[in-house]
Every structure is written in structure tokens, then in C-alpha cells.
């Protein structure tokens, strides 16, 4: 389950922002995965991972063009992740002077994103949740989380 949030860059007066841009803006850490899903720091690519080293948690997908802004963050994941995704959201929405984005296909505005991020914490617990119910301590199967850790940092970013 994942949350994707694409910011409209109006384009009439200014030149978009970039890659590089938005990187810079948010003050966050980046990378991208190898073909082992491993994170490369400090590189972009195709699938481009932002995330906070101090509450490291799954991160979050960008991805720029010249008419949007991409953003995608999978869930579960921490609540200081979820925070840190819409504090990166008001952001470029400040930046680009907008007061609007667009949430799984709906026009939100800046004044939901509390609501927004209530609703993405109860969605992580309810998966959370679920997820322990389904794996017992009884049973033999097995699941695999893509995240990002500490010494080493790894992640399985699927774009």
C-alpha cells in the first residue's frame, strides 16, 4: 500500500524545479537502489529515494518532470516518516505557491494535510496490525519488509 502525491509545476513564469531542486529543498538524504535493491547514497536515477537518517524508516519515492512533482511513500512506516512526507509536500507547494496537490487522483489542499496524516498513521497501524495477525508466531511463513537501516543502509525500493 503506498500514498502518491503529484505537486502541478505552472511552468508560465518560472523555470520548474528540478531533480536537484527538490533534493536540495527538502534537506533530506538521498540515493537510488542497484539492481540488488541495495542504496546507492548520493546518486539519482529513475527511482530516487528521499529519507531522514535520523528516523530512518522505508523513505519515499520522488520523481520529477517539468509539468510534476512526484512523491510516494509506502505504507506501513513510522509516524516521524509520514510527517517528515507532508512537511516535504507544504514545502514544494509553498515553494511553487500552490495551495493544492493531488492525492491518489484527488485535488487536496494544504489546510488537509493534518487529516491526511492522521489517516495515513491509522492506515500503517491497521497494516501493522494485520500483518500480526496473519503472521503468528506459530506459523511458518515468511515475510520480507523493504526498509531502509542504519551501518549499511539498505533499502528495497520497488519503482
Do not use: H, W
Not at 539492481?35 to 530516487?48: P, Q, S, W
Not at 523493504?146 to 525500493?157: K, P, Q, V
Amino acid at each position: 500500500m503506498s500514498v502518491t502525491v503529484e505537486i502541478r509545476q505552472k511552468t508560465i513564469f518560472r523555470k520548474p524545479l528540478t531533480l536537484e531542486d527538490v533534493i536540495r529543498l527538502s534537506g533530506l538524504s538521498y540515493g537510488t537502489a542497484d539492481e540488488n535493491f541495495r542504496l546507492i547514497e548520493r546518486e539519482t536515477g529513475n527511482c530516487t529515494l528521499l529519507y531522514d537518517p535520523e528516523t530512518l524508516a522505508r523513505g519515499m519515492e520522488l520523481s520529477v518532470n517539468e509539468n510534476a512533482i512526484s512523491l510516494k511513500l509506502s505504507l506501513p512506516t513510522s509516524k516521524a516518516e509520514i510527517r517528515r512526507f507532508y512537511e516535504v509536500v507544504k514545502l514544494l507547494c509553498t515553494t511553487l505557491k500552490t495551495k493544492q496537490f493531488i492525492l491518489e487522483g484527488q485535488t487536496k489542499m494544504l489546510r488537509d494535510i493534518n487529516t491526511l496524516i492522521q489517516n495515513d498513521m491509522n492506515a500503517s497501524m491497521g497494516a501493522l496490525e494485520d500483518l500480526k495477525q496473519i503472521f503468528r508466531p506459530s506459523c511458518r511463513q515468511n515475510l520480507i519488509l523493504f526498509l531502509i537501516r542504519s551501518r549499511g543502509l539498505r533499502t528495497g525500493i520497488s519503482c
